[in-house]
């Protein structure tokens, strides 16, 4: 028995010295990953403590299961975390479809040079920030200086209040969220159907299909893979709000909170008034439970249509 342990373990260190150079290039990334990945991992021990500057985190007293309770009593815990699973469920879907359609119609332009132009207007709203997008939006729905209530006077209507009628801003935000992502993530699927093989398509013309036909009977089940791997990987987000986004488009305006309000601006606005670095780790780590949970429960679903469409 030890000398087939010794043996193996020999076997393991030739292997380790005949790829040592690949071992090697390889290491920065690794070493990366563990530093800024791995390592911070193990702050989420604030959200058990009672975090004070003069302790830090590992010398701060523990104070069990306190953060959380202030959160969950706070009032705003079942509220926030309703319109952060629904604006990410309504990003999710119209967003992915979105994408698709943009996506196969762009592939359906004859036209290279059309089509490389289109392509880079739509991308470039990805490149703008969400402090820009801001004062877009307060450019366009201000009731004293924006252009969509100057249009409505001009036509002899009344000025809608924008900001101080919330039932509007879930349609919004959807639409900025759209609007910003719609280039970036066509390009995902664009590229799945670019790899798609060209002898599919004159086959299916040779059938006599027309265009639509080649859409929705070649084009959306060969991507079908690609669509559903990346629709894992963003649900495991589906309980963090874009905290860019809700901010600088709502800021910290009140009579909002109850449709615009998610974990993310909750938590950080308990730290500013606060100061409480423990209560907002405690909401981190309920996030990223919540996500890890629907990851796999998505990811058990996936595999009970189909094991080579899961993430693992």
């Known amino acids: 028995m030890a000398v087939k342990e010794l043996n193996s373990r020999k076997g393991f260190l030739h292997t380790l010295y005949s790829y040592r150079m690949y071992l090697l290039m390889l290491a920065p990334a690794v070493i990366y990953t563990l530093v800024f990945a791995y390592y911070p991992m193990t702050g989420i021990v604030m959200a058990f403590k009672k975090y004070n500057y003069a302790g830090g985190i590992w010398g701060s007293p523990w104070n069990g299961l306190d953060n ?94 924008f900001y101080t009628k919330p039932q509007a801003w879930p349609f919004i935000l959807l639409f900025f969220n759209v609007w910003k992502g719609v280039g970036y993530g066509s390009v995902l699927y664009l590229a799945a159907i670019m790899g798609i093989d060209t002898s599919i398509y004159e086959a299916a013309a040779i059938d006599g299909c027309n265009v639509w036909q080649r859409i929705f009977k070649v084009t959306i089940p060969s991507i079908l893979p690609t669509v559903i791997i990346l629709f894992l990987m963003s649900i495991g987000g589906i309980f963090r709000g874009n905290f860019d986004m809700f901010y600088n488009l709502t800021g910290t305006n009140g009579l909002l909170y109850n449709y615009t309000d998610v974990i993310d601006t909750l938590s950080f606005r308990a730290l500013i008034s606060s100061n409480d670095f423990g209560m907002s780790a405690a909401v981190g780590l309920f996030q990223s439970v919540l996500c890890f949970i629907t990851v796999l429960c998505a990811n058990k679903l996936v595999s009970v249509y189909d094991k080579d469409y899961t993430l693992f």
């Open 68 to 161: 959380f309770r202030f959160f969950f009593m706070s009032g705003q815990a079942g509220i926030v975390t309703r319109n952060t699973v629904l604006y990410n469920i309504a990003f999710i879907l119209v967003g992915t479809f979105t994408q698709i359609a943009v996506a196969v119609f762009l592939t359906e332009i004859s036209s290279r040079s059309f089509r490389k132009i289109t392509q880079s207007m739509m991308f470039l709203p990805y490149f703008i920030s969400w402090v820009i997008v801001g004062v877009m939006a307060f450019n366009i729905f201000s009731s004293d200086f924006g252009y969509l209530n100057r249009l409505l006077v001009s036509f002899g209507l009344e000025k809608y209040p």
